[in-house]
């Protein structure tokens, strides 16, 4: 495993720069955990507070809740786990903007790198038509030349096809572009498709962001605004 690099060089931007979504640019931690405590509790199981939920996100809805249900002593089965999705999307997407708001300064970075022309997408694991419902409420519409949904393909991150689906729509090639995001998935399909990766310091992972591989771990999303770094190939 690489370190992450230790600085920041100014310029140099890339063709493209693809966003996670969840934990990256939106804090969407407050309605997923609205929408898992609702499940639990129609099927009479303990609930969580939004600390334990954030570091259960990451992988989709059907990960979402699989480890929900494990945390509270009810593990599932696949079969299971997916005879609840629709019933939690029902919830979900009800809420889904009820408390979901955009995380600091990412208004600011996503405003920055389209003034400079710079070509953004957004390639999450959370379905399509609910990214679209955040996407559309948080006013990010303007931003994104495509919007991948954890359903938008046959695969989901850490899979690099969502990413790679990502450019081909954005018409940028892996060595152009530079993913940024949160998690183990991100930095997975990151990898897997030659793709650079940065990582925000404190999204929605378990495990330290400087521990996940990525080839820069921000201070926070204005160090995007105030530096970045070089694109020298990295390992």
Known sequence: MSQPETGLAAG???????WDLDGTLAESAPDLTTALNTVLEENAHTGHD???VRNMI???VPKLIERGFRASGAPLDPHAVDALVPRFMEIYSACATDNTHLRPQAREALEHFQQAGVIQGLCTNKPISVTRQI???LGMEAYFGSVIGGDSTKCRKPDPLPLQTCLEQLGVSAANAVMIGDSGADVGAARSAGVRIILV???YSSAPAETLGANYVLRDLSELIDAYPSLSPHN
Do not use: R
Request: proline share 11%; aromatic share 6%; charged share 5%.
């Open 50 to 52: 939004l600390a334990a």
């Open 201 to 203: 310091p404190d999204g």
């Open 12 to 18: 140099n931007y890339p063709a493209a720069i693809v």
């Open 58 to 60: 990451g992988g989709g």
């Open 135 to 137: 996407v559309a409420a």
